[in-house]
């Protein structure tokens, strides 16, 4: 079995960086994805989707140093939902993207619409240790 999550989408706020107990980086992103489409008379509609995404090791430093709220990146990694505990003892779920990749395509100082091409696209950092 194969799963593989593909986002192109801006930062809502800057990235998150901390350490795990063992001295691990970990960063975490909320991306907002855009859906265009067409309503029932014609009408342009947005659908704003967010996504939490969760960036380890190197790639979670240098995604924290390079990337501000407004970046536009390109996210490659898998889905994953973890359970926990509410404060009222209910469980609760979340479902992430792990990345395994982190490709930044526009810097939030940077100015200009669309999607740059390859030439003009940042480096792409990658978890050395997740086979992609």
């Keep these: 079995m194969f799963q593989q999550t593909i986002l ?10 901390r350490r795990t107990q063992s001295g691990v980086a970990v960063a975490t992103l909320r991306i907002a994805t855009n859906n265009v489409r067409k309503d029932e008379h014609g009408n342009k509609q947005e659908q704003t989707e967010w996504h939490s995404v969760v960036v380890w090791q190197r790639a979670a430093e240098t995604t924290a140093e390079y990337c501000r709220k ?3 990146v390109k996210i ?23 990345a395994k990749s982190v490709k930044f395509l526009k810097h939030a100082n ?15 950092i990658e978890d050395e240790d997740i086979p992609f």
């Design 8 to 17: 192109i989408g801006h930062l809502g706020a800057d990235p998150e960086l």
């Design 70 to 72: 407004g970046s536009l």
């Design 76 to 98: 490659l990694g898998e889905l994953r939902t973890r359970k926990w505990q509410g404060q009222d003892g209910a469980d609760r779920y979340t479902t992430e993207i792990h």
């Design 110 to 124: 940077e100015s200009g619409g669309g999607l740059p091409s390859q030439a003009e696209a940042g480096p792409v």
